[in-house]
């Protein structure tokens, strides 16, 4: 599809994936495997007590996520694009394509945020690339885009990083 066409149908492809079956409107980076590692953090288990000072936002990413992997918790590694550590550092401006992903490790769930003409966009996909957006209500693309576009103080452009095992290194 021609670039800029892409760009204005944005909006649309959001109310297809809230409308109908969702689909990633990010793509799969096959090789993310071969990218630097810029954090290791962690989704905590479901019956895990976060300190009482967790800000409101990671409080709510966490129990967005922790049913995953049956509420036993994961590790969440994030893989950024090597032409994107720059950038990734600034929290933008993004180019064009994928910027990062991040890994739950178990059981093996891919989250993708790409740039495109300085949005950010999403994609949910299992490790071999296979689109799993559909899979849960929090795996839609739109989903996504409402938490990191809520907390504009801490999501910039997009990205969000604040490791949450950060806030349990002094307990
Ligand atoms: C309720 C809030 C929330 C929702 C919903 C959410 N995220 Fe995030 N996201 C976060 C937070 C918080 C972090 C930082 C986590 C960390 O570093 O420990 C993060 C980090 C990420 C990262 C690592 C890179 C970075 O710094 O942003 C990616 C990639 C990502 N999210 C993609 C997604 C995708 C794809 C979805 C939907 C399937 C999604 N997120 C849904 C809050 C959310």
Redesign the pocket.
Known sequence: MNYWRKVALLPCFYLVSVLAQAESI?SYPADWRSWPVV?E?MVPGKDVVLPEDTPL??Q??V???NWINDGKGTK?T?YVHPDKLKQ?ASHGPYDDGVT???VYETPGVV???EHLAGEAI???YDTEGKDI?SQHP????E??A???T?YQD??IN????????ELFKDN
């Open positions: 990010a954090g953090s936002f990671i709510q990413a129990a967005a996520y969440l994030t990734y990062v992903v991040g989250f993708v945020t999403y994609g949910t957006s929090t795996f839609e693309p989903y996504c409402r938490c990191h809520a801490i999501c997009g990205t969000c990083s604040v490791p949450v095992i």
